[in-house]
């Protein structure tokens, strides 16, 4: 039996990994790759197998470097399952239209200021693409076993890093020989608001695991509290949009619930919050449908009704037009739109009307890829090119990364070093640097054998 490593392969995009187990092939995650444009296109369009010939696809969770390519899988013919937990379908739902609609709306500005004689772009997919992939879903609750394909049993336990977000435990059997593997997914933190704490994987004989933050340790979360309030409060003052990259659903919540305390307490006055998406999904509705994610804190907040977080102090915004108002609309108030990285959709469209007037902020909450643009926005680059046209950036950033949903160094060696008897580790999901000092510390933490893989190395298991 044999794996292979097809992406986030020392970067943090691009989550897939394929599994060869006695003739069956089943694909952990199915992610979009983001990073510089031509080559994000060219992976995405072109898929380093053919996805016909899969039995199964197995989803760690519904974030889009992660999901995001299994409409192009479908649309190239596969024609299997999709297992992940119900938490993580339901986010796809939205997740995964919201992407092949916004890449239509980006390709129709961009063949619209196409020169004659250039050719059209064309999406990866569409929202009608997206909509034939949710057809494939199949999903399972945590903590039970099931069979993807023959020779491939997996079980999902929670990550704890977004709703639905799982690990995955698998038992491959091929010839007579079992090898049981370990996927952490992304890795969530403990005692992080709303979500339940990582469980912990069962004994292995390998181990995948994530290295985002393979070389940080993270601020205390109350840190991270006083930090928004302090770049908040100051655009306030200003009168100015603050301007946030971020899905609907995911770290948002965290940064809703922090504001929502702040204004409760009266160190912040409140402000509209907007929240722009072509397929606005309202996030209370989401949560509240699966108390199987929640830790015991938030269920409790739940059963007692009215709005825990703050959710009802949003306002989602579906019409384009009522997106373009907001380009004129004078701050102070926030909006938060996708995508979280700043390659594609609406969001394009509140920095180009924002980034140059030094009263506005660009706020900064999750995680940037490197080439992005939303990574050389958060280093502090002078000039932003949207659309193919140079904006200078005049407006404040920040970027609060304890809001974090990974686990960090010290989180990722103590979850590898629980395991028994010095399982194989591979090395996935973070940046070179990061990728690298992680396997150095699990070395150092008295594993022997830890890969750092590169991009479509294959591994005998
Ligand atoms: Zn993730």
Redesign the pocket.
């Known amino acids: 039996m044999k794996l292979t490593i097809w992406g986030a392969a020392r970067t943090v995009t691009g989550s897939m990994h394929l599994l060869d187990v006695g003739g069956r092939r089943v694909l952990l995650d199915c992610g979009l790759y983001q990073g510089r444009r031509a080559e994000a296109a060219e992976r995405n369009r072109n898929l380093p197998f053919d996805p016909a010939g899969l039995d199964a696809v197995i989803l760690s969770?519904a974030?889009l470097?992660?999901a995001g390519t299994i409409p192009t899988l479908v649309k190239r013919g596969f024609q299997g399952e999709v297992y992940s937990t119900a938490a993580t379908a339901d986010l796809c739902r939205y997740m995964l239209q919201d992407s092949g609609h916004i890449q239509e709306m980006d390709c129709q500005i961009v063949n619209k200021r196409r020169k004659n004689g250039e050719p059209c772009v064309e999406p990866l997919y569409t929202q009608a693409d997206a909509i034939a992939a949710l057809g494939h879903f199949a999903s399972v609750p945590y903590d039970r076993t099931f069979t993807a394909a023959p020779g491939v049993q997996f079980r999902f336990l929670e990550a704890g890093?977004?709703l639905g977000?799982a690990q995955v435990a698998l038992t491959l059997t091929e010839n007579g020989t079992t090898r049981r593997l370990d996927f952490t997914?992304?890795l969530g933190r403990k005692n992080f608001p709303v979500t339940r704490d990582p469980a912990s994987l069962p004994p292995a004989d390998a181990l995948i695991i994530e290295s985002t933050y393979g070389n940080r340790r993270h601020s205390e979360v109350g840190s991270v509290k006083d930090a928004i309030l302090q770049v908040v409060k100051r655009a306030y003052d200003r009168g100015g949009k603050i301007v946030c990259p971020a899905f609907a659903v995911g770290r948002t919540q965290g940064l809703v619930s922090i504001l929502h305390d702040l204004f409760n307490e009266g160190k912040l006055p409140p402000m509209p919050l907007f929240v722009d998406s072509p397929l606005a999904v309202n996030a209370t509705n989401v949560f509240a449908l699966h108390p199987e994610c929640l830790d015991a804190e938030t269920l409790a907040k739940v059963r007692k009704g009215g709005d825990p977080f703050g959710f009802a102090r949003l306002t989602y915004i579906t019409a384009a037009e009522d997106s373009r108002r907001l380009n004129d609309r004078p701050g102070p108030f926030m909006v938060m739109s996708a995508s979280g990285m700043c390659e594609a959709g609406r969001i394009l469209h509140h920095l180009r009307h924002s980034v140059e007037d030094p009263k506005n902020l660009l706020l900064f909450v999750g995680f940037q890829a490197e080439h992005t643009l939303g990574r050389r926005l958060a280093e502090g680059a002078k000039i932003a090119k949207i659309y193919g046209v140079e904006y200078p950036v005049r407006a404040e950033v920040a970027r609060i990364d304890g809001l974090s949903?990974?686990a960090d160094k010290d989180d990722l060696v103590a979850a590898a070093r629980a395991l028994p008897g010095k399982p194989r580790v591979f090395v996935v999901h973070g940046e070179e640097e990061q990728c690298l000092s992680l396997a150095e510390s699990l070395r150092a933490g008295g594993l022997p054998q830890v890969e750092a893989p590169l991009r479509g190395q294959s591994f005998a298991l």
């Open positions: 969770h974030h470097d992660h890093h977004i977000s997914g992304d949903a990974h």
